[in-house]
């Protein structure tokens, strides 16, 4: 069964990712790097056990990893192997003057981590303070039920209201609205559709989708083209936390909100900003 999250990078970045290594591993999760005991005897053996044995890989993408034979070579076995690779959004290390916009994007990496492979980790306790200085104790990692969804520039949460309305051709939706606090009914489990990705409602099992004609948002009991939707990492946003852009993909309108309530943009603007929580 596999057992570890791996790191693969270029050697231009161990000190950065040592340091990201050195805080997984301290937060609970456990992780494989080359120069941590993940290296022993035959080089190319070793490096196949790391891919073999891990639920996902984390890669370090630069300039110079994509140059690399070796990295390439680890990414392609990792793909032969099914080990989850793609799929996670990309977190943002760059530019980390700050010790607070490493938390943030560590926070992100162990979240993302968590979502998509929390159920194949064995997650321990975070490791104890020192007695001498007293912090307050890390919460125990945990996967969420589902991808969350704040407005970033209203603070509203994506929630299925439960509430059934009929739609003109006699289809049964319940109405989905905007919410000021997160709940059960603002989780949606993410699930792969062709070349997108359906959201289903974890209390509700609708699927989120999107109305043209009305301009709203409702959840459905069957998933159709108006339900499959394009999530992308927003990447003017320069917060380091998880900012991503959800776009309809049968109708190619990102999802926003104005005036308090949803509505479709066919251009991107700030309005269309959301944090993934």
Not at 53 to 80: G, H, W
Request: glycine share 6%; net charge negative.
């Amino acid at each position: 069964m596999p057992s570890h999250i791996m790191l693969s990078y270029q050697w231009d970045d161990q000190a950065l990712v040592k340091k990201i290594f050195d805080r997984l591993r301290e937060d609970g999760l456990p992780v494989w790097m080359d120069i941590e005991g993940g290296v022993t005897g035959n080089i190319n053996d070793a490096m196949a056990a790391g891919v073999e044995e891990a639920a996902v890989i984390c890669p370090f993408m630069t300039p110079a990893y994509q140059a690399s034979r070796s990295c390439k070579k680890e990414l392609n076995y990792a793909d032969s192997r099914e080990v989850i690779t793609a799929g996670l959004l990309w977190v943002d290390f760059r530019n980390l003057e700050k010790d607070e916009r490493f938390e943030m994007c560590v926070s992100s990496l162990e979240e993302e981590i968590m979502y998509n492979a929390g159920h194949l980790l064995a997650v321990e306790e975070p490791r104890a303070e020192e007695v001498d200085q007293p912090e307050p104790s890390k919460p125990h990692l945990k996967r969420k039920p589902g991808r969350g969804f704040l407005h970033a520039l209203s603070k509203l949460y994506i929630q299925d209201a439960g509430e059934q309305v009929v739609d003109p051709t006699g289809d049964t939706r319940n109405t989905v609205e905007l919410n000021e606090k997160p709940g059960e009914r603002c989780y949606w489990e993410e699930i792969k559709a062709n070349g997108a990705k359906y959201y289903r409602n974890v209390v509700t099992n609708r699927y989120l989708g999107f109305d043209a004609v009305t301009n709203q948002v409702h959840s459905e009991a069957s998933p159709s083209v108006s339900e499959e939707w394009l999530m992308l990492v927003d990447q003017t946003d320069q917060s380091h936390q998880r900012a991503v852009i959800i776009k309809n993909k049968h109708l190619g309108k990102f999802l926003a909100v104005q005036d308090g309530g949803f509505t479709g943009l066919t251009l991107y603007n700030e309005d269309c900003k959301w944090f993934l929580v």
